[in-house]
């Protein structure tokens, strides 16, 4: 197994862990106070519209702080794949010919860029608290 095949799961499994932990202490408490929100809606005896606007208004912050999340994941998976990317360029610009010195230079310049990446997982952690 590649000493990219190793690291992968472990960046994975950073990106997981902070995912489960924004959900639990933030976005469900979110979606909770949502769910309060939209069930006081219930109460007032305004009209139809009054009520759909109460209730689209209460899912607002919830909602925002999705976006957040869901923006920052794709931000992070893009600049992994650019990188996967240029690794790619770099193997192709190096004139290796022999499939299996090509093979070793992907995979090294791989396993740098996922190395790097599970270094990112906390500032990724924080970019995200700081803006939900």
């Known amino acids: 197994m590649s000493s990219y095949d190793q690291l992968q799961p472990k960046l994975e499994h950073a990106v997981n862990e902070v995912v489960e932990e924004i959900d639990k202490k933030h976005l469900r408490p979110l979606r909770k106070k949502a769910f309060l929100a939209m069930a006081k809606c219930c109460d007032g005896g305004g009209s139809r519209e009054a009520f759909h606007q109460c209730v689209q208004r209460a899912g607002i912050p919830e909602e925002k702080a999705n976006q957040v999340v869901q923006y920052e994941l794709n931000e992070f998976q ?19 010919t022999d499939p299996d010195q090509a093979s070793a230079a992907m995979d090294k310049c791989l396993a740098g860029v996922v190395q790097k990446h599970i270094s990112m997982v906390p500032t990724l952690k924080k970019r995200i608290l700081q803006t939900i």
Do not use: E, H, I, T
Not at 78 to 88: E, H, K, N, P, V
């Open 78 to 96: 893009d600049r992994l794949r650019r990188a996967a990317m240029s690794c790619q360029d770099a193997v192709k610009d190096s004139g290796v």
